[in-house]
């Protein structure tokens, strides 16, 4: 039973890939691509967290809707990515809550145009799996079952802990391909609301 | 360092940062094209920056080019220079500029495009088809490897499972082979050598397939590269509540085949990646290339206008300059803003103000001791007893003194800049006669003379000794005429006085001596010889000779008298007289001497006169003499008057006693009235000729004057003015008094 520990990526906020896109539209020249794409829906639910032998374990069940922009993508041979950031924060009366640990599960969807066959990669595994269908990887991928977060023993008795779930989608390309520009056509790539728990050890 | 010192540096230095902001960027914007993964990630902001700074010149130059516009409007001095300067520039950058873009956009798109043309598509498609073929041969031959095996185990269903799988992986090449149940219960395996023994389960795709009795054949890519072929087949026909059985196969694909086919898919996915992205990228690299372009564009507009303005700048500055210059402000100084020409000609102009603001103090120095040279000269000139006027070239009046007015009778120091011949309102007075006189003599081509005039003015006579002497100008024209002129009729008269009272001195020291011998020498020749005559007629010759000599000798005698008197030395014993009782005794004196005669005498006295400061005797003498002279003037008329008037009046600044003698005789001969007050002048048959000369002699001793004239109804008319002195003064007042005796009109 594995999972990382790992600092939250440093990608453009929110709010700033917004500001380019409105400078974008206004002064970008006709060619420019629009942000019209409908955006990816991405709901978390039946978020439960459970003690097994001294490790927190999770449980989590993903509502991805991926609109045909992004099956598009993926089918072209682009890579789609699920991250899962989990974050575990004690809660502090008088001051903002401090951070005691996060966590991210990363999943790969690419396309095997050769044999036809979705593969499914777990990045912190280094698991992969293949699906005939995107629907069947994707149904892989949208459900964590008994997903361990933590050691209860990292969490001192007393304080409340407060965590907190959420999934990012979007898309990546290999190494050598025009990264950069996928600024440009991952519109409908989205993010989850936070889901909270509390951990009272 | 001074204030503009420090806002040029700081410009500097905020363009300086600027411009490097903006390179970083664009390089970064470069960087980032270049598929650089440290700078994808920096790429929406890099964007931004860009467009930031993009919104950043925009305004500077929006603030900029309002500038221009409103000096434009404003007739700013530079502007249009400016402006066309800018123009110029800037149309020099922007269509370069324009023609590249427009070209390297058409480079990127096309060549773009040209990466993704159909064919390379079609290629890749074929190989991926082909490959996929290759594949499926294999693919179908352990498919049917698969049903061979399952048929076995139909056939041999009852034997040793597990040896007989052993047996048929073998003999089909299978990595691995399980018999399960269609509900993925593994009954059997046999597994080739391998690290793993434990057996994946069947996955539920695979056991789905099945158990709607279609064999399940799929390629599977391995994660490490290479490919397995999974195929999965019913066992046989099963009886009514008989387990359900499947085999499933995994066979190992040729490693060569493998690596061929994991290269197309590489290459078909790495196509497909920037197939999917060739839209973006064109549109990523057309709108960086954009975005440098107005970066560029408007920074060579902004660089048109800063240079524009470096250049234009030191002209407005000089044409500021000069304005200030012309407007007398010689404090100017240009900031030296370059050492190029357009420094030089900043630096040559300093220097020029420099010059002027020196040559200019020099002047303004030379100028105050000019007008401190003047103003002593006026002073010198106003005090000088002498007249002074100075003539320009065209004979305007340039400069005139008091006493040229007080000489000439005119305020000539009013008449500055007017004709030198229209100096005098009057056309006979005295100095509308000297300027005619003048002006013969400069139209005679004398231009440096010296020359006495004698003027009538009025009854009396003037005379005037003038030189002229021409003032330096340029070349040989001289720059206009200095005369200088004094009025020497007194010092003439002083002269002949002077003369006079020697002739009388002489003649008292050589006639009066033997005049007393001759007397008694007569009176003893008649004493003597008159008893010794007999006849009556030598008795009366003897008598009447010696008679006319004794008469002669008194007459001689009182002749030197006369001639003694007016050569005396004045010696005057000043005191306060009550001049209208003096004169009151005087009349009364000739009164009835001139009854006699049949001639009245009517005293006209002023009450406000109290009294004067002057010696008595010679007062009385004055009147005396005048009356005499009147007297004797009606002498044989018949029938005559004489008045006598005293009045209080002002001459100038000075109070003066006024006593006028009139009479109704036959006045003084016109040919020598200006000369009446000389001696020996006269017009009468008996007299000396002293009287009117004795009366000038008293009246100049009391600092007084004297006029004589004519009536304007017949008759002689003697005018004196005598100083009213304070009478609580002593003797010595007399020489203190303001009062300036008036030149001589008689």
């Known amino acids: 039973m594995r999972y990382s520990r790992f600092v939250v990526a440093s990608k453009p906020s929110f709010l700033a890939r917004w500001a380019v896109r409105v400078l974008l539209c206004v002064i970008a020249t006709a060619g420019a691509p629009a942000a019209s794409a409908a955006e990816a829906r991405l709901g978390l639910r039946d978020v439960a967290v459970r003690l097994d032998d001294g490790v927190y374990e999770l449980d989590a069940r993903l509502d991805l809707d991926l609109p045909a922009a992004g099956r598009r993508a993926v089918e072209s041979g682009l890579t789609l990515r699920l991250n899962y950031e989990i974050v575990i924060d004690r809660e502090r009366r008088y001051m903002l809550d401090a951070e005691v640990a ?7 969807v690419n396309y095997h145009a050769l044999s036809q066959r979705w593969l499914v990669r777990n990045l912190n595994t280094g698991e992969q799996s293949d699906f005939g269908s995107l629907e069947t990887a994707l149904a892989r991928i949208s459900e964590l079952r008994g997903l361990p977060i933590l050691d209860a023993a990292l969490l001192p008795p007393g304080p409340v802990y407060r965590g907190r779930i959420r999934a990012v989608l979007d898309l990546s390309t290999a190494p050598d391909a025009f990264g950069w520009l996928l600024f440009w056509a991952d519109d409908w790539s989205a993010e989850s609301d936070w889901k909270t728990w509390t951990l009272r050890p | 360092m001074d204030a503009p010192t420090l806002k040029r540096a700081a410009s500097a230095v905020t363009m300086g940062i600027g411009g490097l902001l903006w390179l970083a960027a664009i390089l970064f914007m470069a960087q980032t094209a270049q598929n650089s993964e440290q700078f994808s990630r920096l790429h929406p902001w890099i964007l931004m920056i860009n467009i930031a700074g993009l919104a950043v010149l925009v305004g500077l130059l929006a603030t900029k080019l309002a500038q221009l516009i409103r000096d434009w409007r404003g007739h700013v001095i530079g502007s249009r220079l400016k402006a066309r300067m800018v123009w110029i520039f800037g149309v020099l950058a922007t269509l370069p500029i324009l023609l590249v873009y427009f070209f390297a956009v058409q480079f990127l798109s096309k060549g773009i495009d040209s990466w993704f043309n159909v064919e390379i598509r079609r290629s890749l498609d074929d190989a991926l088809v082909l490959s996929r073929s290759a594949l499926e041969v294999r693919m179908r031959e352990h498919l049917a490897d698969s049903a061979l095996v399952a048929d076995e185990l139909a056939l041999m269903r009852g034997t040793t499972m ?3 799988l052993e047996s048929l992986r073998r003999q089909v090449g299978a990595l691995e082979l399980i018999v399960a149940t269609d509900t993925g219960s593994i009954i059997a395996v046999s597994k080739g050598l391998s690290d793993d023994f434990v057996p994946e389960a069947v996955p539920d795709e695979v056991l789905l397939q099945v158990r709607q009795g279609q064999p399940f054949v799929s390629l599977e890519p391995q994660q490490e590269g290479g490919y397995l072929i999974r195929t999965a087949v019913r066992v046989g026909v099963s009886l009514p509540g008989e387990e359900r059985l499947i085999v499933q196969g995994i066979f190992p694909v040729a490693e060569r085949l493998g690596a061929l086919a994991d290269t197309v898919q590489a290459a078909y996915k790495q196509f497909g990646e920037k ?10 690299f057309i709108l960086t290339l954009t975005v440098v372009l107005l970066l560029s564009l408007l920074a060579a507009w902004y660089g048109a206008i800063f240079t524009a303005q470096r250049l234009v700048q030191p002209i407005q500055d000089l044409v500021q300059g000069t304005r200030a210059v012309a407007q007398g402000d010689l404090d100017t100084k240009l900031p030296l803003t370059s050492h190029d020409e357009m420094g030089f000609l900043v630096h040559s102009f300093n220097d020029m103000i420099k010059r002027l603001r020196r ?9 105050q001791a000019a007008e401190t040279e003047r103003a002593n000269l006026a002073v010198i000139l106003a005090r000088l007893s002498t007249g002074v006027i100075s003539l320009e070239r065209d004979w305007r009046v340039r400069t005139a003194n008091r006493a040229a007015s007080m000489i000439l009778g005119e305020d000539i120091e009013s008449r500055v800049g007017t004709e030198f011949d229209t100096i005098g309102a009057d056309p006979g007075g005295l100095a509308r006669q000297f300027a005619e006189s003048c002006r013969q003599r400069f139209s005679a081509g004398a231009t440096e003379w010296r020359e006495q005039f004698a003027f009538m003015a009025g009854m009396s006579r003037r005379i005037l000794m003038c030189a002229c002497t021409p003032l330096p100008g340029e070349g040989d024209a001289p720059g206009g005429y200095v005369l200088v002129f004094d009025d020497i009729t007194v010092m003439l008269q002083a002269q002949r006085e002077a003369a006079w009272g020697e002739v009388a001195r002489r003649l008292a020291h050589e006639i009066k001596n033997p005049l007393t011998p001759i007397r008694l020498s007569a009176e003893r020749l008649r004493h003597k010889l008159l008893p010794a005559m007999a006849d009556p007629k030598d008795v009366q010759m003897l008598e009447r000779a010696t008679e006319t000599i004794v008469q002669q000798v008194e007459a001689m005698k009182e002749m030197v008298n ?10 005057l014993e000043m005191s306060a007289v009550d001049l209208n009782r003096m004169v009151t005794e005087v009349s009364d004196l000739y009164r009835a001497q001139g ?18 400061v002057a010696d008595p005797g010679r007062l009385r003498q004055l009147l005396n003499n005048l009356l005499t002279n009147s007297v004797e003037a009606l002498e044989g008329q018949g029938q005559g008057s004489i008045s006598v008037t005293t009045q209080r009046a002002m001459r100038g600044d000075t109070e003066v006693v006024e006593i006028a003698v009139e009479d ?18 006269t017009t009468k048959a008996k007299g000396t000729g002293l009287g009117l000369a004795i009366v000038r002699k008293i009246v100049e001793e009391h600092g007084g004057h004297v006029e004589a004239d004519n009536r304007a109804g017949g008759g002689a008319r003697v005018c004196i003015d005598l ?6 003064t002593d003797s010595n007042a007399r020489g203190r008094g303001s009062y300036e005796p008036r030149r001589e009109r008689a």
């Open chain 1, 102 to 108: 996060s966590l991210e599960q990363r999943y790969e």
């Open chain 2, 162 to 164: 597990p040896g007989l």
């Open chain 2, 275 to 284: 197939d999917y992205l060739r839209q973006p990228l064109k549109a990523s």
């Open chain 2, 359 to 367: 040559a200019r103090e020099e002047s303004r120095r030379a100028q």
């Open chain 2, 562 to 571: 006369a001639f003694s008197e007016y050569a005396r030395a004045p010696r």
């Open chain 2, 595 to 612: 009854a006699m005669r049949g001639v009245k005498l009517r005293v006209h006295l002023d009450p406000a006169i109290d009294s004067v």
């Open chain 2, 664 to 681: 109704d005789g036959p006045g003084f001969q016109r040919e020598v009235i200006g000369q009446v007050f000389d001696p020996y002048v």
């Open chain 2, 723 to 728: 100083p009213l002195h304070d009478t609580g």
